[in-house]
């Protein structure tokens, strides 16, 4: 396996694979252990909450709510609501039409939504429910009524990842929502895929440093991690106003975050040709050259030279590097978790002197080891093993032939860092063992400044642990 490249003959969880040169062979079980994925309409939740007055609902059985609430919940520590059609036993043979229309209608009446994301569930899509002439008959049923905008997303777990909901989910925000030519707004879309609260604020902060506005789709830097309130809110404050959503198709451009998604009709290509909107596509920002290929994007879009006060963040991040590459350099690394943080994080770490040996995702045909190669370059001296469609016995099997120093990704390797007795850097979603993972800064010289002195303190930290002396002074 030294120096493999996988692209996309990654078999699946019911082939063999063999890897040469380690003595790993592949599964030969037919079910997933323990995921390196979450399902589908998680991820649409998610990317619903990014609009401001929006519900999430979910097409399907109450459980499938309550599973995702959990997950969001521990990670975010922010209220979640959600809400279902409920279908039972009944729903499953005679359709869940009637349930789609009444919750709709309750969501609309109770929490005052103004906009209503519709997700299908794997019942849903297996009975055959045709939601897009079921909403048909809901708008013509209830016409008299001032309604809600309703956007619905196809999202079968059984049919990807929890970012293919996500994406999905914007792509059919831009089509549904922003519909008709707007005049010129001299302002910029931005895609930013699944990061956090905070890294979506600091996106922001970027683009108006360049002297521009951005429409952010979606945006839940409030709604996903607010301030305390006296009062609860139904639906909390934020997020992309409906007003912004329809006036996308008058933007001077469109950037959307994401290597992985390079060959998937998305939002910034639906908008590109149906209304003329230049896109930029560009890796997430991690790191140095990534954050520079975003910063000459927008002094392309705009004009304008990099302001000063973030040339020096850039700057200070490079004299952190100086100081601190000694505690990492040479150190092997397993990178796990979604396919756009998998390929930031592997350009990062090959940056600061990391050697990525194995990087895993649960997500298929993402042609991963290509992006990877497109982003890092000539960093890397020898490419990592690069694995698609694989769940956490997979990445474990494969790791314990490659001597790792150190895990990177979500809370999900913990059970492993544990065992082996090597650091885990937490990174992505979810992070429900420790505090702030909605607060994490990881994208812009800011955030790999951030990003790198966890990382660095989280190696000190084992050192100092295993240390017979418990040396304090480094």
């Given at each position: 396996m030294n120096g493999e490249i996988v692209m996309d003959s990654v078999p699946s969880s019911v082939e063999l694979m063999e890897s040469p040169g380690n003595g790993y062979k592949?599964?030969?079980?037919?079910?997933?252990?323990?995921?390196?994925?979450?399902?589908?309409?998680?991820?649409?939740?998610?990317?619903?909450?990014?609009?401001?007055?929006?519900?999430?609902?979910?097409?399907?059985?109450?459980?499938?709510?309550?599973?995702?609430?959990?997950?969001?919940?521990?990670?975010?520590?922010?209220?979640?609501?959600?809400?279902?059609?409920?279908?039972?036993?009944?729903?499953?043979?005679?359709?869940?039409?009637?349930?789609?229309?009444?919750?709709?209608?309750?969501?609309?009446?109770?929490?005052?939504?103004?906009?209503?994301?519709?997700?299908?569930?794997?019942?849903?899509?297996?009975?055959?429910?045709?939601?897009?002439?079921?909403?048909?008959?809901?708008?013509?049923?209830?016409?008299?009524?001032?309604?809600?905008?309703?956007?619905?997303?196809?999202?079968?777990?059984?049919?990807?990842?929890?970012?293919?909901?996500?994406?999905?989910?914007?792509?059919?925000?831009?089509?549904?929502?922003?519909?008709?030519?707007?005049?010129?707004?001299?302002?910029?879309?931005?895609?930013?895929?699944?990061?956090?609260?905070?890294?979506?604020?600091?996106?922001?902060?970027?683009?108006?440093?360049?002297?521009?506005?951005?429409?952010?789709?979606?945006?839940?830097?409030?709604?996903?991690?607010?301030?305390?309130?006296?009062?609860?809110?139904?639906?909390?404050s934020g997020g992309t106003p409906l007003a912004d959503i329809r006036s996308m198709g008058g933007s001077r451009a469109s950037i959307e975050l994401g290597r992985a998604i390079s060959t998937q009709d998305t939002a910034g290509t639906s908008l590109a040709s149906r209304f003329g909107v230049p896109l930029h596509r560009l890796g997430l920002p991690i790191g140095i050259r990534e954050t520079d290929s975003f910063f000459k994007a927008l002094k392309d879009i705009t004009g304008r030279e990099t302001p000063r006060d973030l040339a020096l963040e850039r700057g200070r991040y490079i004299d952190a590097l100086v100081d601190g590459h000694k505690y990492v350099s040479g150190m092997r690394a397993v990178v796990y978790g979604e396919e756009d943080l998998c390929v930031g994080l592997t350009s990062f770490l090959a940056e600061i002197g990391v050697r990525p040996v194995l990087v895993a995702t649960g997500a298929r045909n993402r042609n991963l080891a290509a992006h990877i190669q497109a982003a890092c370059g000539d960093v890397l001296r020898e490419m990592p093993a690069v694995r698609e469609g694989v769940d956490f016995f997979d990445i474990v099997e494969e790791a314990k032939t490659l001597a790792p120093d150190l895990l990177v990704g979500h809370s999900k390797g913990q059970r492993a860092a544990r065992e082996w007795k090597i650091p885990l850097l937490r990174v992505g979603f979810p992070i429900h063992d420790r505090f702030g993972g909605q607060r994490q800064l990881c994208l812009g010289y800011r955030g790999a400044q951030e990003l790198f002195d966890r990382l660095v303190n989280t190696v000190l930290e084992k050192k100092q642990n295993d240390s017979d002396v418990g040396y304090g002074y480094l």
């Amino acid at each position: 396996m030294n120096g493999e490249i996988v692209m996309d003959s990654v078999p699946s969880s019911v082939e063999l694979m063999e890897s040469p040169g380690n003595g790993y062979k592949g599964p030969s079980h037919a079910a997933t252990t323990n995921a390196c994925k979450l399902c589908t309409p998680l991820g649409a939740t998610l990317a619903f909450k990014g609009v401001e007055g929006a519900i999430p609902f979910l097409h399907g059985s109450q459980g499938c709510a309550t599973y995702m609430r959990r997950y969001i919940i521990s990670h975010f520590r922010e209220p979640m609501d959600i809400a279902s059609s409920s279908l039972g036993e009944k729903n499953a043979i005679y359709g869940g039409g009637p349930n789609l229309k009444k919750g709709l209608l309750n969501a609309m009446q109770k929490y005052g939504a103004s906009v209503v994301g519709v997700a299908t569930t794997c019942l849903t899509e297996t009975i055959g429910d045709d939601v897009a002439r079921l909403l048909a008959e809901f708008r013509t049923e209830f016409g008299d009524l001032p309604l809600a905008e309703v956007v619905h997303v196809s999202t079968p777990s059984y049919n990807g990842t929890h970012m293919d909901g996500f994406h999905g989910a914007v792509k059919a925000m831009a089509d549904q929502l922003c519909v008709e030519a707007t005049p010129a707004n001299g302002r910029v879309n931005l895609m930013p895929g699944l990061v956090s609260p905070a890294d979506i604020r600091h996106l922001k902060e970027i683009v108006r440093a360049f002297g521009m506005e951005p429409i952010v789709l979606p945006d839940y830097s409030e709604t996903l991690d607010g301030p305390a309130l006296l009062e609860y809110e139904n639906i909390p404050s934020g997020g992309t106003p409906l007003a912004d959503i329809r006036s996308m198709g008058g933007s001077r451009a469109s950037i959307e975050l994401g290597r992985a998604i390079s060959t998937q009709d998305t939002a910034g290509t639906s908008l590109a040709s149906r209304f003329g909107v230049p896109l930029h596509r560009l890796g997430l920002p991690i790191g140095i050259r990534e954050t520079d290929s975003f910063f000459k994007a927008l002094k392309d879009i705009t004009g304008r030279e990099t302001p000063r006060d973030l040339a020096l963040e850039r700057g200070r991040y490079i004299d952190a590097l100086v100081d601190g590459h000694k505690y990492v350099s040479g150190m092997r690394a397993v990178v796990y978790g979604e396919e756009d943080l998998c390929v930031g994080l592997t350009s990062f770490l090959a940056e600061i002197g990391v050697r990525p040996v194995l990087v895993a995702t649960g997500a298929r045909n993402r042609n991963l080891a290509a992006h990877i190669q497109a982003a890092c370059g000539d960093v890397l001296r020898e490419m990592p093993a690069v694995r698609e469609g694989v769940d956490f016995f997979d990445i474990v099997e494969e790791a314990k032939t490659l001597a790792p120093d150190l895990l990177v990704g979500h809370s999900k390797g913990q059970r492993a860092a544990r065992e082996w007795k090597i650091p885990l850097l937490r990174v992505g979603f979810p992070i429900h063992d420790r505090f702030g993972g909605q607060r994490q800064l990881c994208l812009g010289y800011r955030g790999a400044q951030e990003l790198f002195d966890r990382l660095v303190n989280t190696v000190l930290e084992k050192k100092q642990n295993d240390s017979d002396v418990g040396y304090g002074y480094l």
